[in-house]
């Protein structure tokens, strides 16, 4: 299974999906959503799905692709 980051702009009722946390930054300033790529990148994924700022929740999940058949 594929990791996938949804970022939800809670100002700006915007939803973003990312393949990797450095894929935010090229798309999404700081100052969007409230957190620097060090922090984030930094924060315990493993303990965590969810990591909320005043301007956004961005949570970690999978993605479920189905097997060929």
Known sequence: MEKIIHVHLIFEKKDYYFGSIAAIYTVLEPEQIGVKYNTLRNAK????????????????GEIVRSKQL
């Open 45 to 60: 994924w493993k303990d965590i799905s969810v990591y909320q700022t005043q301007r956004a929740i961005i949570k970690q």
